[in-house]
């Protein structure tokens, strides 16, 4: 076998091996530390930017930042709209982390890994996680530009087998069976509510239930319906998979949607949702969404629960 070749197929093995085997407590333990001794930073909150909405980065004062392909055990944002990096920094006079990007499971990656990085801010002392995205809205009341609390979630893959806490449990981080009917903080979300109403923008508030899909196609007309039946108002391809481990091991979650697209509900609607579309919405209405996030962060609270 010629040596490229044995190369090519050490490498398949390798990859085999890790999707079989998922992350140890080790693996997350050494990112943890790895990112402990290049910041002076120690947020207790950390925010996931959802497509279009990366622009929150760059917002934080003071910033150290990591591209993830520098980060021990990190996976690669592969999406336009995802910029692939980690920042610490101040907001609003907190100290935050974060996700400029994401990961998703249509990237190809398992949702251990998707999820990696929310244990290693578990680890390294976050207590509160905002989870931001772009979605389609399906409740026929919502707009473009609108911006969706999230009061719960149905994980249509969890339906399907596909859940990040699959594998052995490692108690270090939380039970083998943690509930999910508290998944949204209710203080958090109250906060939202009344920090758009102080700003001005009630009227682009809503709150609602967030359904997620594998994508990555968008939804068929007759899956919009099906979901709108079943109770959900917004649809996105993320964002539960992180949820779920971060109420695993006891952080605090505040989840916003922005409704960049109406799902096509009806058959005489030539319209089709296009990732441009989601992008641009983002891009027309980040400044309503980071003047929420940053806003509300001097308003919440320690959490004591996590340690
Ligand atoms: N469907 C799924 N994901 C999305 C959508 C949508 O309509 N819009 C933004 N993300």
Redo the contacts with the bound molecule.
């Keep these: 076998m010629s040596p490229p070749a044995a190369e090519t197929q050490k490498q398949e093995s390798n990859r085999k091996e890790e999707a079989r085997r998922g992350y140890t407590y080790e693996d997350y333990k050494h990112t943890a530390e790895w990112l402990l001794s290049r910041t002076e930073h120690r947020p207790t909150i950390a925010i996931v930017c959802g497509?279009g909405l990366g622009g929150l980065g760059d917002l934080l004062k003071d910033q150290v930042a990591f591209s993830y392909g520098d980060i021990p055990n990190f996976p690669h944002s592969t999406v336009p709209g995802h910029a692939g990096r980690l920042i610490f920094g101040n907001l609003n006079g907190k100290p935050c982390v974060c996700m400029q990007g994401r990961f998703h499971s249509y990237e190809g990656y398992p949702l251990w890994k998707v999820t990696f990085p929310i244990r290693v801010f578990r680890l390294i002392g976050v207590q509160t996680v905002i989870v931001t995205?772009?979605?389609?809205g399906l409740n026929q009341d919502y707009k473009v530009g609108d911006i969706m609390v999230i009061m719960d979630h149905i994980n249509m893959p969890g339906f399907a087998g596909q859940n990040p806490l699959i594998g052995p449990n490692d108690d270090r981080f939380g039970p083998r069976f943690p509930p999910m009917s508290d998944a949204y903080d209710k203080g958090l979300r109250k906060i939202a509510l009344a920090i758009g109403q102080e700003l001005g923008f009630s009227e682009k508030m809503r709150e609602g239930v967030y359904c997620s899909?594998g994508?990555p196609n968008?939804?068929t007309i007759a899956e919009c319906r099906f979901l709108n039946t079943l109770g959900a108002d917004a649809?996105?391809?993320s964002t539960v998979p992180e949820v779920i481990v971060a109420r695993h091991c006891g952080l605090r979650v505040l989840g916003m949607s922005l409704i960049?697209?109406k799902?096509v509900m009806d058959y005489s609607n030539e319209a089709t949702?296009n990732h441009e579309e989601?992008l641009q919405a983002g891009k027309d209405s980040a400044r309503y969404f980071e003047k929420l996030v940053t806003s509300l962060l001097p308003r919440i609270e320690p959490n004591n629960n996590v340690f």
């Design positions: 497509s995205n772009a979605a389609g899909l994508g968008f939804e649809v996105g391809m960049t697209n799902a949702a989601v």
